[in-house]
């Protein structure tokens, strides 16, 4: 008989390597006026960066941004960025309400009403899957009060939350909500990280537009002392919210991670520069690519 020929032993077929589950990060913006520009170009370079968001919380700007980010509305918040004109928001008339009129604010809400009014949904939100939550305080208790996308019942409860957050004391009026008058949350959490320290992620990013340190120049005048002050104290509010979270026992962050310019904006707060609106959108892009880099984040 013939023998039959040996078959080769097949080996058996290697299984394909496990992709790593992709990581989930939420974001904290802090509040800044016109210096989020260089928050909503940071916000670009994250998503760019294929960075899953899976939660946002803002105050003031902040809460503007954070909308528009929970949403990935990325475009219309470059664009808004874009688009600011200082001429539209500041003229002598609004000093002349301030000092000569009962008027609770220097400005309108207009502006950024408008954009409220034209781009926030429910069903946006909703069908982004993304949490979202903004920092208000009540005048009439002076308590601060973290309002959530998916407590709104109406797309006008939605855009009142975030006015109120956005409304920054003596600048813009007031909003009421119920039987309460809010304003920005940023007077004591402008870097609200408490508000997402709970959650189940693998890191939060909190983006401040107060610098790592200042310039050695001396300040001369008054103005200059009045704005360094100003960013000194919320610069620090970053620093304590996370150190707080890093503390507390209801985190459940893998990770707290602060974004922030090395040295001061070129702009102030309220300056609404178009040009330098230009430049620090493209800072915070670039910065927030070395800082996705620096931390490896994928």
Not at 64 to 93: C, H, P, V
Not at 214 to 231: C, D, F, G, H, W
Request: hydrophobic share 40%; charged share 25%.
């Amino acid at each position: 008989m013939k023998k039959k020929p040996r078959t080769a032993k097949r080996k058996p077929a290697k299984k394909p390597a496990r992709r790593p589950p992709a990581r989930s990060y939420a974001l904290v913006l802090s509040g800044g006026a016109a210096l989020g520009a260089y928050q909503a170009g940071a916000i670009r370079a994250i998503f760019e960066a294929g960075l899953e968001v899976r939660c946002v919380a803002g105050s003031s700007i902040g809460a503007l941004n954070g909308y528009l980010t929970a949403t990935r509305s990325i475009g219309t918040m470059l664009k808004f960025w874009q688009e600011i004109d200082q001429r539209r928001l500041i003229t002598i008339q609004s000093f002349t309400k301030l000092f000569f009129s009962a008027s609770p604010s220097l400005l309108t809400d207009q502006l950024q009403r408008k954009l409220v009014e034209e781009h926030v949904r429910i069903k946006d939100l909703q069908q982004a899957s993304c949490e979202y939550i903004c920092a208000a305080i009540s005048l009439n208790t002076g308590k601060l009060h973290y309002f959530s996308g998916g407590e709104a019942k109406t797309d006008t409860e939605l855009q009142q939350y975030i006015l109120a957050s956005a409304a920054v004391p003596g600048v813009f009026p007031p909003v009421q909500i119920g039987h309460e008058l809010y304003m920005d949350g940023g007077l004591v959490r402008n870097t609200p990280v408490e508000a997402v320290e709970h959650k189940k992620v693998d890191a939060v990013i909190a983006i401040s537009m107060e610098p790592e340190s200042y310039p050695k120049e001396p300040l001369v005048n008054t103005a200059q002392i009045a704005l360094r002050t100003l960013s000194i104290f919320f610069r620090s509010q970053a620093d304590d919210a996370i150190t707080r979270a890093e503390n507390s026992r209801k985190r459940k962050a893998k990770k707290l991670l602060l974004l922030r310019p090395k040295l001061p904006l070129e702009m102030q707060q309220y300056e609404f520069d178009q040009k330098k609106i230009v430049r620090l959108l493209e800072q915070g892009y670039h910065e927030a690519q070395l800082f996705i880099r620096h931390n490896r984040l994928r």
